[in-house]
């Protein structure tokens, strides 16, 4: 029985989304909960995954194709087996044929192309209508050792880029980059953004968090003590002084925020993406540590939720972990402000008439001017960098 395979229902915030791959093709067998397709929208990367066990029968939205929500992109028979499939791949004629390039094969020439990781439009293609079938793969790779043992002694040659030649290599930008380009550049044309900067002491931190790393760790399950964590609460309880910082801007409106939900900005191999924290004023140093845990882990696999990336009032960005020393980080519309965190960096400090090399990070506090007056900006940063100078501060609430 074939059970149609549908696109997610998307939130009222996201109109569509595009059929970023398929991980398997008409005729091959799949596991239940194994993931079959992967689609990109403005905010994340959904994974669908197979509802029993049996073969995808066919695929009705190719790569690139833009779908709306719970749209019929392909149908699976559940108890199939991938042997009674292929059959109908074999036939030239068949719908299920693909296109790689300009090159047009059989589902079953194409696995063999990619497990072989051949250049499709040199194999010779024997098939109706100049389709590349299945046989003429096999046979390719039969008598590719052949073809390639002659021109083993002219291994110099073998370079193709001349000297000087400039290779460049074109690739389309996936959806997700696409959205990421377009609210940065909107960030910079639609608010009149502004920068200020400040310097804290991370001696304090570093010593408590030296103290009880160990204690902290086995009191919360395999938690680890970071520094996100005094930064999120640092931050939380200066949100609470100035609330225009917490605040965003809807049309002719300033929406005040009587509660904190701070954004986290995490790196993944297919972009950046901010889930938030929600109500970080009752959360523990402990649930903030393993909540960004969980989202770093997740966002590697392409395992965020969409509702996990909405709703933040105030974001953090964290560039020390990659070396940065300084920088002016971008907004996050419709917020108006964001703590850029750095690197920390030993450097010779003037106390009490003294010298002394202290650990210093360098804090940046990207804002809107037209909610955020520079008093308010400067007043922001200099009562994180107080409570951090002071951890006990944060705990006490003073």
Known sequence: M?????????????????IASWTKQPGEAVERDELIVEIETDKVVLEILAPADGVIKSIEKNE?????????????????????????????????DVKVGNVIMSPAARRLVDEHKLDAASIPASGKGGRLSKEDVVKFVANKPATKAAPAPKAAPAVTVAPGEKVEKRVPMTRLRK?????????????????????????????????????????????????????????????????????????????????????????????????VLRDTDTMSLADVESTIRDYG?????????????????????????????LSTPLLNPPQTAILGMHKIQERPMAVNGQVEILPMMYLALSYDHRLIDGKEAVQFLVAIKDLLEDPARILLEV
């Open 179 to 275: 959205v990421v380009a377009k609210r940065l550049v909107e960030a910079q044309q639609n608010a009149a953004m502004l920068t200020t900067f400040n310097e804290v002491n991370m001696k304090p931190v570093m010593e408590l968090r030296k103290q009880y790393k160990d204690l902290f760790e086995k009191t919360h399950n395999g938690t680890r003590l970071g520094f996100m964590s005094f930064f999120v609460k640092a931050a939380t309880e200066a949100l609470k002084r100035f609330p225009a910082v917490n605040a965003s801007i809807d049309g002719d409106d300033i929406v005040y925020h009587g509660y904190q939900d701070i954004s986290v900005a995490v790196s993944s191999p297919k972009g950046l993406f901010v889930p």
């Open 297 to 325: 882990m997740r966002a590697q696999t392409g395992g965020l939720g969409m509702d996990e990336m909405q709703g933040g009032t105030f974001t953090i960005t964290n560039g020390g972990v990659f070396g940065s020393l």
């Open 64 to 96: 690139d194709d833009v779908v709306l929500s719970e749209e019929i992109i392909g149908y699976f028979e559940a108890g199939a087996v991938a042997e009674s499939a292929p059959a109908p791949a074999e036939n030239s004629d068949s719908e299920e």
């Open 2 to 18: 074939a059970i149609e395979i549908k696109a997610p229902q998307f939130p009222e915030s996201v109109a569509d989304g595009t």
